[in-house]
């Protein structure tokens, strides 16, 4: 891969997730300001999950039998670019619903569609595609620094912005290298794309505990991504969304370092180590505070690396170690599935009906706080149930710690 190339797809990923990274964080402090209820503001990010569920079929069923991925990709970021924007002008719960979802529709198709223009591109993806990758990871860094230190959370600018970066990122695919449809004239089924085939590996007892570990994990998730933004501005914390940042560096170093944790722990220890650090992570929230205990809200944050990576990303290695090579690609669509479509959907939703029952009203019915601690117990609750059932159920094989 030349290095003009390599230049050109680094830009592709880091426009792809600073255009998420704008508006993502921030949207449940701005919906909050303008009045929606708890409720709403879950609803409206189980759109991203609902957009996750049905991207392969999009994927799979058009993009990669009809186009060259980099027209489809440029043409979804031109139109997501007109939705973001009306997306800014509407104010209430169920316009905004309806126009999320339409954006979402455009939006989590061009995950898989911007790897598959890297790629096309690439003879040693192994070596080559994670520091490209990684320009997406410090795009939505420099996204939430940007949108926190200009003091727009609570606003609609956020999605002005990435609207803005929309069209530029539209136009700029229009001249990435081009990348022909790979699955012209093949057969393709619904249950292929959602990762079905691989559905019968669930008779194995421990890779079935993962799958349903996953599905319940994800929702404590829905918790941290949806609301910790609100509940950090709520308490007065300056430049929120900056801060909230840390959790991204983070996940980049335990990242570097999840080799030498294999080596040491092997895999059921490290995804036992993930969701205990969910339920320490919200616990520092319940308790702490803006003030001589804001340390506990920076923990937190930082906890996002062991998280995430010690759960999900060890989960997807173990996967793609245990399952047959025919089926390895269903396999890691069913953890997709279950993680990012069905878990969060159901957290979105969940989550918001807590926050809503816990908000505190004044006489005229207006939104003037949040019994934080009730909130964030919840999620500590249910995560502290699938560690129990995880750490009961899951047998590791030897063979799953070497291969990693």
């Known amino acids: ?80 670019a007109g939705l973001l924007y009306w997306i800014s002008t509407i104010t209430t719960p169920g316009g905004v619903y309806w126009a999320l979802l339409l954006y979402s529709l455009c939006y989590m198709p061009t995950l898989a569609i911007a790897n598959a223009v890297a790629f096309n591109q690439m003879d040693n993806p192994e070596k080559q595609f994670p520091a490209i990758r990684g320009m997406g990871t410090i795009a939505w860094i420099i996204a939430g620094i940007m949108i926190g230190t200009m003091k727009i ?42 990762g079905f085939d691989a559905l019968k590996l669930m008779k194995d007892r421990s890779f079935a505990v993962l799958i349903i570990g ?17 509940y950090f501005n709520e308490s007065g914390m300056v430049n929120a969304a900056g801060k909230m940042t840390m959790g991204q560096m983070s996940e980049i170093i335990f990242l570097l370092l999840m080799p030498f944790f294999f080596r040491k722990l092997g895999v059921k220890k490290m995804i036992l180590v993930g969701i205990m650090c969910w339920v320490a992570r919200y616990l520092l929230f ?46 890691q669509g069913l953890i997709a599935l279950v993680t990012y479509g069905l878990g969060m959907y159901i957290g979105s939703i969940y989550s918001g009906q807590v926050v809503e029952s816990h908000e505190i009203l004044n006489d005229a019915g207006e939104i003037i706080g949040h019994n934080w601690w009730n909130i964030w117990m919840v999620p500590a609750g249910l995560a502290g149930v699938v560690l129990i059932l995880f750490a009961i159920f899951f047998r590791e094989k030897k063979s799953a710690t070497s291969e990693a």
């Open 1 to 80: 891969m030349s290095t003009n190339i390599r230049v050109q797809l680094s830009i592709m990923m880091f426009f792809q997730f600073f255009i998420w990274g704008c508006w993502y964080v921030t949207m449940g402090t701005y919906f909050g300001e303008i009045g929606f209820q708890g409720s709403d503001v879950g609803n409206a990010y189980s759109t991203i999950s609902l957009g996750a569920i049905f991207a392969p079929l999009f994927v799979g069923m058009i993009a990669d039998r009809f186009f060259n991925a980099e027209k489809v990709l440029g043409g979804l970021h031109l139109i997501g």
């Open 153 to 194: 959370e609570p606003t609609a600018i956020p999605f002005k912005i990435a609207a803005g970066f929309s069209v530029v990122m539209g136009i700029y695919c229009f001249f990435l290298p081009a990348t022909p449809p790979k699955a012209k004239g093949k057969e393709v089924s619904v249950g292929q794309l959602l």
């Open 214 to 230: 996953s599905l319940l994990v994800s929702i404590p998730l829905s918790f941290y991504y949806n609301f910790t933004n609100p």
């Open 286 to 331: 319940a308790y702490g505070n803006n003030e001589e205990l804001v340390f506990m809200f920076y923990a937190g944050i930082i906890l996002h690396g062991l998280c995430y990576d010690f759960f999900f990303v060890t989960g997807q290695i173990y996967v793609d170690n245990e399952a047959p090579e025919a089926v390895r690609s269903s396999a």
